[in-house]
T-cell receptor, first 117, second 110 residues
Framework: AQKVTQAQTEISVVEKEDVTLDCVYETRDTTYYLFWYKQPPSGELVFLIRRNSFDEQNEISGRYSWNFQKSTSSFNFTITASQVVDSAVYFC??????????????FGTGTLLAVQP | EPEVTQTPSHQVTQMGQEVILRCVPISNHLYFYWYRQILGQKVEFLVSFYNNEISEKSEIFDDQFSVERPDGSNFTLKIRSTKLEDSAMYFCASPDATQYFGPGTRLTVL
């Protein structure tokens, strides 16, 4: 069965600190996708990144970076030099993929990040 | 970024009433999904829809729920007789490989 664990319920940092959000997943599939979404207080789900199971390269996008490690089934997300606008709930999610289509997402419980000025 | 729209943004209803939540997915996408998020909790899969029929549903998606694509563009989620525990945010998703989500409909059942 698929499962996503985000062990950090809440994290509080001061602006300009770096912060890493952890995500550990379980799946029996060899082909799958991993996602991160941001949910600001307004409630919408904002797509941040998708990574397929065959691509273990780390990715950097501005202040955001992602570390995918298949050996430990982890897909961690780091925000460098955090800003108040980064305050949100962050969800990690997993989906199987077959036939070229994306299956349903299985979400973790989310991590609430509070960035203090 | 392609846009998925949902209406209404907020719906308040009395327990036992029927509600219909609407979604306009990204055109040319074949798969559509509904998810639910109870306040403060994780996002949960409800149902997937492909080629005008349900392809998969979760245990949450009981007989009170139904989905339709009435006119080839809109995609609806109907709850026949709402309960207090149906109060949640409902998201429509129109995926390719990225799972674009609509802005959500906040349903409040009184």
């Amino acid at each position: 069965a698929q499962k996503v664990t985000q062990a950090q319920t809440e994290i509080s940092v001061v602006e300009k600190e770096d912060v890493t959000l952890d995500c550990v997943y379980e799946t029996r599939d060899t082909t799958y996708y991993l996602f991160w979404y941001k949910q600001p207080p307004s409630g919408e789900l904002v797509f941040l990144i998708r990574r397929n199971s065959f691509d273990e390269q780390n990715e950097i996008s501005g202040r955001y970076s992602w570390n995918f490690q298949k050996s430990t089934s982890s897909f961690n997300f780091t925000i460098t030099a955090s800003q108040v606008v980064d305050s949100a709930v962050y969800f990690c999610a997993l989906s199987e993929s077959y036939g070229g289509a994306t299956n349903k997402l299985i979400f973790g419980t989310g991590t609430l990040l509070a960035v203090q000025p | 970024e392609p846009e998925v729209t949902q209406t209404p943004s907020h719906q308040v209803t009395q327990m036992g009433q029927e509600v219909i939540l609407r979604c306009v997915p990204i055109s040319n996408h074949l798969y559509f999904y509904w998810y639910r998020q109870i306040l403060g909790q994780k996002v949960e899969f409800l149902v997937s829809f492909y080629n005008n029929e349900i392809s998969e549903k979760s245990e949450i998606f009981d007989d009170q729920f139904s989905v339709e694509r009435p006119d080839g563009s809109n995609f609806t989620l109907k709850i026949r007789s709402t309960k207090l525990e149906d109060s949640a945010m409902y998201f429509c998703a129109s995926p390719d490989a990225t799972q674009y989500f609509g802005p959500g409909t906040r349903l409040t059942v009184l």
